[in-house]
């Protein structure tokens, strides 16, 4: 009922890896206020996940009143929490969003190590999602090509990449893929 | 898609040398943010290092304040780069560090620079940053670029600015609510999340202003939204105003209804589901107005996507609690869901089949519950039990197989609080249902066998203790409860030997058997078992005669401990070491944050231990206590009735003062509870003096003054006033509050010898005739009515004038007549024109009072009433009437 009226707000966003450590998390909430409480509420929320298959649908479950949807792709896994009164439609449109953009970010390599070696992207692509808890974009396309819009001198968006870039990151999995 | 499972095992050697964090050091990070500060900036170093730093933030790793300073200067100075990525990166650090007031004037000029640049992403996050760390004063001066940026023509610049006002909002309203131009701009702005963030932050500014939300609702419900979850927004502000306008519309229909339902064909997943939520929520929603809601989300239940499943389920459990017929359509697709593969959609399935599924089905859904029960989390079994003890309070005739469902769970593996649930369940049943009671006890005397928490361990014992004799054959218990002393810790020895002790006590055949067996506890290795046994033996008389236990030793023993153990505490503590011994009787008996508790207490579910049938006395049975150990009000007679407290004064002042008025047959008494707040004062001979000059009638009689309050205990004094027999005398009481104080010194505690007088005036008091009425239903009114006959009926009708509502005129005489309303008639139907209220009750003197209250709409808004009451006497049947006369 206390949604009613409300701003549709999100609590935090959380990327993990598959032992339940942090890659990046976002918290837009007082819920959780020292990082011991936020540890315990993520390794919570990882054990609670982790049998469920969430690969090719977002999942959803109800944990300590909040609603928490997420997915996962390879080793990643993929968190967003609202208050327990929430549309779970858009707290799961968050996830989709955010989702939808580090596969672009990542050129579709979404993995840990991946995510790591391009943290600085994952963090500005948090900070384009979500404000203060209130929804700035849910459109990953879009979410990605502010992220990545200043990087025009440097690299060409990913949308325009040239042959040479495509086979450059081409070159660089295979050799990663040698070298095992 | 082969590779996950060996790319997974490769990761894991990986990530030791691949991460690029491997090994990182706060100290070195830190070295290594030395680079802001080249002449020369290598701007893809530089949004390494500050990646880096991010990293150890994000991991938790804290900056100390110098280590915050040093970085946050360093950082300021990479406004120099022209580089956009690093600028980025910039931000994003100054948003995290957050830096202090003395040190954003640094980047303020920098960022106000930015806010004006010519580059939509410089002007989006210089807006962002600079909100996020500014103070009052300097957002008068940036006030202008912000109004600005709200109607700027990018849409992630006037989103930028327009979720920055949401957020000052909290901090600076008056600011904010001066953009409402430019807000109400945005609002028709093209772009989909402009518009969102443009309305979600007009309401904001006008939340407080009913009429102005209205017209907004109004205006965008005809009006095009761009963006499903402005959509939803929109719904949630139509929704609430439904809410605030629901009780005033006569005309059946409900305003806004229609948008909502064409909600429902929105293409939107999102929408379609937040307006079906919408109106299952509605005040008192009909099972037509339900209809669509619930087809839309019935169709959601066999969705592919869990989330969906999982919305629609969990909307329709909460409409099964009020409108279980209305969700029963959805029975089929809901059990195909029990074998779902997310649980939480597999409780929720079912806990809504519990709730509205009927007696036959019930056992056929035991089966599939049993099945399902081992492979879900601790916390959905707790909602399934407490489904399945709602059910069989529904059904007491199903008691059996769902009592056996309830000892084979508590059987199985499980934490506390799983299995605290399942044993309150089981408490409840047997409480409620009878039948249920032996086999019950026997389930949790075998659970008690092999329990290994000590906190359910004695509670069980308790309960048996309470239960167990009043049974057929309490002998059988026996063994269970002396197989504790045997086997178990000291804590659940000690209880054991209060339960055998019970046992003896209540059941005198068993009462020499009792006595071997505490014999035995003599030698128990722990005091506080052996201390037990040696005091129950001693007081129960253990010369091997069997006598009646006395009556006086069973309320010593087994007896309510009505004082609070705060107070106990309190005057443990105080009490010094002299001739004189500590006397219980002198502890206060009032808890001043009582009535705070109880008020708190129903919005708990009954946990079954902590409510056993002997539960804690009423507050009336207190009070009378209370009263009757005061010797001058000995001769008062029974008391009749104590008011709810009533605050004299204004929260959070020096003194907190509420009073109980309680009413004898010829006398009324104030009972002050005062409460001193100041830790270094010591009040004494505190008295309330009462000025009754406004209340005739009453004469005062005597005064009890409270001898000392120190700080934060509370403490009582009481004055009695003498009125004429049997009559509901009114009238207003001014009250003085008149005490010595005298200085503590809060740290060594010692009070200073001379006390000044002092006095603290507090609010009025009133005794109203309801006062005089004591709240007491009736069954089966009809049955009361027809048997108290019209020897004694009075009948007249009122005119109530201009009410807001039927409910609240409802509301407004029910309360002024303090009686009990009766078979739920005081809950008015919305959009009812005319409502009969039926309320009981018992009038001082012990006098028997029916209320039949008739309301019929007048007119628009006036509201008439035909009051008909009947009682034992017609002077009380006039007194009533004369109370509505009067109010």
Redesign the interface.
Known sequence: MASNGQCPSIKNILLLDSEGKRVAVKYYSDDWPTNNSKLAFEKFVFSKTLKTNARTEAEVTLLENNIIIYKFVQDLHFFVTGGDDENELILASVLQGFFDAVTLLLRSNVDKREALENLDLILLCLDEIVDGGIILETNGPLIAEKVTSHSLDADAPLSEQTLTQAWATAREHLTRTLLK | MAQ?FM??D??RD??VE????LGIEKGAVLQEARVFNDPQLDARRC?QV??KL??LL???E?FTKVEATEVFFAVTKLFQSKD??L???VY?MI?EISPSADEVIIVTSSLMKDMNSKID?YRANAI?VLC?ITDGTLLAQIERYLKQAIVDKNP?VA??AL?SG??LLHTNPEIVKRWSNEVQEAVQSRAA?VQ??AL?LL??IR?NDRLAVSKLVTSLTRGTVRS??AQ??LI??T??VI?ESGNNTQTGDRPFYDFLESCLRHKS??VI??SA??IT?LNGVTSRELAPAITVLQLFLSS?????R??AV?TLNKVAMTHPMSVTNCNIDMESLISD??R?IATLAITTLLKTGNESSVDRLMKQITNFMSDI?D?FKIVVVEAIRSLCLKFPLKYRSLMNFLSNILREEGGFDYKKAIVDSIVILIRDIPDAKETGLLHLCEFIEDCEFTYLSTQILHFLGIEGPKTSDPSKYIRFIYNRVHLENATVRASAVSTLARFGAAVDEIKPRIFVLLRRCLFDSDDEVRDRATLYLNTLGDDGSVVETDKDVNDFLFGPFDIPLVNLESSLKNYEPSEEAFNINSVPKEVKSQPLAEKKAPGKKPTGLGAPPSAPPSTTDAYERMLSSIPEFANFGKLFKSSPPVELTEAETEYAVNVVKHIFDRHVVFQYNCTNTIPEQLLEDVIVIVDSSDAEEFSEVFSKPLRSLPYDSPGQTFVAFEKPEGVPTVGKFSNTLKFFVKEVDPTTGETEDDGVEDEYQLEDLEVVSADYVLKLGVSNFRNAWESMGPDCERVDEYGLGPRESLAEAVNTVTNLLGLQPCEGTEVVPPNSRSHTCLLSGVFIGNVKVLVRLSFGLDGPKDVAMKLTVRSEDETVSDAIHEIVASG
């Open positions: 996950p790319k997974k490769d990761d990986d990530e691949y991460s690029p964090f949004s500050i990646t991010l990293y994000n991991q938790g804290t956009m990525g600028r980025r990166m994003l948003k992403m962002r996020r992630v989103s930028a979720i949401i957020h999340l969102f963030h979600a309401h904001q939340q499903p979850i939803c927004l949630r502000y929704s609430q809410r997943e999102m589901f937040e939520r919408a929520e592919s996507k869990p989330v969906l999982f919305a969990r593969q997310n939480s989390a916390e």
